[in-house]
């Protein structure tokens, strides 16, 4: 079946602008996670969903960075005013159920890079 | 305040022969450990797991090891093939994922 499906893959955007990712989840899957991938570090946590449950943002580095899952389904992740520290490759993926029995499912990732 | 720790960045080993990769991390709270295998321009695949209650699994080609004192994890592949070569995160839960900052493993045919 389909896997985690992320647009655009590759994004190249003006410092101070606002950029949209978008991330369509395994279908079923109640977990939804967003990461990212600055160059030679590793995955830093963003944010996750997990069914009706209010997400947990811990990892969200500032308030210029939000997400939202719409019906439980396909997520936004949106960056405002970008920096150029923004720059990386954010992950999203999914799982059948949050947890640790449960591996996550990633997509390809989207490219940002903020000129 | 990076949680788990991968020290080397990379390895290189000669097809054939045994690849270890190592994982330390800092939170006693971690209850599982997973490893991922990340090729270029694709998202990580899971490859293996280890519940705390354990300190060995197998699967095939792959063994994780987890030493609960010394909170170290190692995955070791043997016999190394060159389609391994790859960048390998070690992840720990709690529940959130936690991931290393990889080590890319490069197989020399």
């Known amino acids: 079946g389909a896997g985690v499906s992320q647009s655009p893959s590759n994004k190249v955007t003006e410092k101070g602008k606002d950029v949209e990712l978008r991330c369509d989840p395994i279908s079923g899957h109640t977990a939804l996670y967003w990461y990212r991938q600055s160059l030679g570090q590793g995955l830093e946590f963003l944010i996750y969903?997990?069914?009706?449950?209010?997400?947990?943002k811990s990892g969200l580095p500032s308030d210029r960075f939000s997400a939202e899952r719409t019906g439980g389904s396909v997520s936004t992740l949106t960056i405002q005013r970008t920096q150029q520290e923004d720059s990386a490759v954010y992950l999203c993926?999914?799982?059948?159920?949050?947890?640790?029995?449960?591996?996550?499912?990633f997509g390809n990732g989207t490219r940002l890079t903020v000129t | 305040d990076q949680q788990v720790k991968q020290n080397s960045p990379s390895l290189s080993v000669q097809e054939g022969r045994i690849s270890i990769l190592n994982c330390d991390y800092t939170n006693s709270m971690f209850d599982y450990f997973l490893w991922y295998k990340k090729y270029p321009a694709e998202g990580p695949t899971f490859l293996i797991s280890?519940?705390?209650?354990?300190d060995k699994n197998e699967d095939g080609r792959f063994t994780v090891f987890l030493n609960k004192s010394a909170k170290h994890l190692s995955l070791h592949i043997v016999p190394s093939q060159p389609g391994d070569s790859a960048v390998y995160f070690c992840a720990a839960t709690r529940p959130n994922l936690f991931f290393g900052t990889g080590t890319r493993l490069t197989v020399i045919p």
């Open positions: 993926a999914s799982s059948a159920r949050q947890g640790k029995n449960s591996p996550l499912h």
């Open positions: 280890i519940s705390s209650i354990k």
């Open positions: 969903f997990q069914g009706n449950s209010a997400p947990d």
